[in-house]
């Protein structure tokens, strides 16, 4: 792993995040696997969230994502649970 930097400090900050549907229902089956992937993957590209590592089994996901200390990790799973929900309401 590198360090970033900024002007005034370096930092490596890795976030995990795991969240799972209702009473982890298996809902992530192969169709919908592959879309949601490239949903997050772009909404990491155009936010500029660096997302590491992505995996979707069927009753969860795991993202792991590079961030700056500026940007809360809430912030960053608000951005990606919203617009990758707007996402799938407008499919």
Do not use: C
Request: proline share 5%.
């Amino acid at each position: 792993m590198e360090l970033q930097r900024n002007t005034h400090h370096v930092f490596r900050l890795m976030y995990h995040f795991v969240w799972i549907p209702k009473y982890r229902h298996k809902v992530f089956s192969e169709p919908y696997r592959a879309t949601l992937k490239a949903i997050i993957e772009k909404i990491g590209y155009d936010y500029g969230i660096e997302v590491v590592e992505l995996e979707i089994p069927e009753d969860h996901i795991h993202m792991v994502v590079r961030g700056e200390p500026k940007t809360a990790p809430s912030k960053v799973m608000q951005i990606v649970k919203l617009h990758s929900n707007l996402t799938q309401d407008l499919q």
